[in-house]
């Protein structure tokens, strides 16, 4: 009896967990799916269909993909000295720049964004990728810095010592060895470097000022009044990376989690 | 060798500094001086503290937007903070292999997609009011009461409660799972019962961790833009959906209105995240 409680009860919290999902699913596949019918009565990919069709979609999600990629990598590029050196040693001075990349984690993306789009404007850089690109760096950066940081706090450096006494060149070393050992570290890094640009709305907005459209901009102007097949495909082209992040590092996530999850 | 140390670590940091230093340090000067008045697109360069004036004058919307926000984000806090230990504790208790995976599931929606999930199922044509529809208890949309769009926030605190939930089990479910000695347990033997062990060994145990997360909360909805702009009504409007407003209006007196109210809600949660950040290294 006892058994069958806790079971019933974890089943309601994993059901709620899921219903977006399967709300989206029942709206993006069924068509003709007015009120009062409590459930849908024609199932069909052609709304799928139709929202893949519309160039707007793919070229939004493209241009959302392509954004990404540029933060996460440029992320990683900036990150990776600066997390080691926090990572491994101790100088004067460290606690501050800690502080200084906790700032933008703090400040909201509102502020940052609605000053920034002064700025960008003034040196042509609004509406344009390489904008966008920047102001969403602003976020993932101290994000690649933490996660790389403590991985590097765990380091052994006698590895790469190791490996230059032995004779290899201080890029085979960088790459057979530094590389290979923060690899996990590495992963979680950029994918969720990835995510947070790939999800990012309000930046975008600002920055981007119309020129840029990407998948969540679309989709927040679809949620302001547009017909909810739409809506639910857009979202599920939206979600379609994180959920398959999510799953591929659901186990260093307990780990990690916390850290990213206020950036959404 | 012990030379180079010297000077690599500021070498290192640089690139990572020089970005984070000028991005944050232009938006922050761009954002003072357009409060001030000084917009240079029009040749304006005189300052004045007119905006500031006209935002914080007693009839200004601002006060109704302020006290909207403060009303979503405590609401929306308080009640995740309660669900959250008793769902936790409820979990520690009742160990599932799956637990933390399907919480964790939760992460790969942002809040925008939550707040579309929300709009689909509970609008007044929506899935729960088709649902009222079929047991008989409305027979036309209009009858289902209004939770989102609504005057009172409803749907913006739904909105938050079902992400920070998950968020803040996650944050005491780590903690309850990291004690090396199980407190609770001994108090059962020393013969505690159900309630005494909740009051007395396991909210003194993660109440630092709640609260700093919970101020995390409280300043990331505080100053969020997304959801209350999806789900809220023209009036009242939170804070940021004001700010915001203001700042994209033609008038370019509204924009330095925008910027003050962007720079308060920045000031009110980094008050809020030094305190929480304080809270964090306590605990440790």
Redesign the interface.
Known sequence: MKYLT?SS??LI??LI????FL??V??AFSTRW?????FPIEWTVFTFQRVLDDTRTISSMAQGLWIALLVSVLSL???F??A???GL?R?RG?HL?WM?????T??????????????F??IGLAGTIPGVV??H??PT??YT?FTLSSAFARFDENYEFQALALGASPIQTFFKVTLRLMAPSLVVAILFAFLISW?Q??LTLLIGGGQIITL?IL??SA??GGN?ST??TL?LL??AP??L???AT?RS??RH??E???Q? | MRDKFIFSPWLSLAPAMTIVLILLGASLFYAIAESLGIISVIGQNEITLSAFRDTLNFHSEFWISLGFSLWISIASTLISSAVALLLAVWLSEHRGNTDTLALNWNLAFPHLVWSVALLLFLSQSGLLARWAAMIGLISAPVDFPVLVRDRFGIGIILSYLGKEIPFLTLIILAVLRSQSVEYDVVAENLGASKWQRLRYVTIPQVLPALLAGALLVFGFIFSSYEVPALLGIGYPRALPVLALRSFLDADLRARSEGMVISLIITFIVMVVAVISLRLGERKE
């Open positions: 806790t009860l974890r919290l994993y967990l899921i219903a977006p709300l989206f029942a709206y007015f009120f009062p019918h409590p590029i900036l990150g000295p600066a080691r050196v926090l040693r100088f460290r720049v200084l990349f906790f700032l933008p703090i400040i909201p993306p509102l502020a940052i964004g609605m000053g920034l789009n002064i700025l404007l003034q920047l102001a760096i602003i950066l101290p810095i999800s709305y309000l969540p989709l927040f949620a302001s909810p809506i639910a979202s939206f979600i994180p959920v992040v999510i799953v659901a996530l307990n989690g916390n990213i999850r206020e959404y």
